[in-house]
């Protein structure tokens, strides 16, 4: 008789250890399954490549950006561009007219444009017109490091077509010595 009852017991936590095992596995799936979807969905995690946005996101940096439905003037979004991901600064919203001296100062809407991010102002490589009117549903984007980058003042890239970008640019993760705000 104790042998059976021993048995019966061994079975019944053979069970439970059963239905706690497929319990766990099935709730770290859904775990995993919604982490992905929200980091894909609506905070997608970037590393930074490249010194267009020096000093303020360096290469390596890993940042968080938020799907969002408005932008503004000083952004820092990203974006697609031929099958790339870039991260630049957003100077002109729809409408805005944008011009660029040859002392890199920045108008937007006849007013200069106040710049503390920058360390120093470059003309950088353009090939349009100024004063430069920014398409609707598009947005006019500078990288920090003026001289290097390849933005909007180049026809190649021009302005961000809003359904290009994949959000607003908020949070440095990495290295854990910059961790904070992303501006």
Request: charged share 20%.
């Amino acid at each position: 008789m104790d042998e059976l009852t021993g048995e019966l017991n061994r079975e019944k936590y053979h069970s439970r250890y059963k239905k706690l095992l497929r319990s766990t596995i099935y709730t770290l799936v859904i775990v995993a399954a919604i982490s992905v979807l929200v980091a894909t969905l609506l905070l997608p995690v970037l590393q930074i490549y490249g010194t267009s946005m020096n000093p303020n996101l360096q290469e390596g940096d890993i940042v968080v950006s938020v799907k969002s439905p408005q932008f503004k003037t000083g952004d820092i979004i990203a974006f697609y561009y031929n099958n790339r991901v870039l991260v630049k600064r957003i100077i002109g919203c729809p409408g805005d007219s944008v011009v660029i001296t040859d002392s890199g100062d920045v108008y937007v809407n006849n007013t200069l444009l106040d710049e503390p991010y920058l360390t120093e102002k470059s003309y950088g490589n353009a090939d349009i017109e100024y004063p430069y009117t920014v398409p609707q549903n598009s947005f006019f984007v500078l990288g920090d490091h003026r001289e290097s980058s390849v933005d909007s003042r180049s026809s190649l890239v021009g302005c961000v077509e809003k359904e290009e970008i994949i959000g607003k640019i908020i949070f440095r993760v990495w290295p854990i010595k910059r961790i904070g705000s992303a501006d």
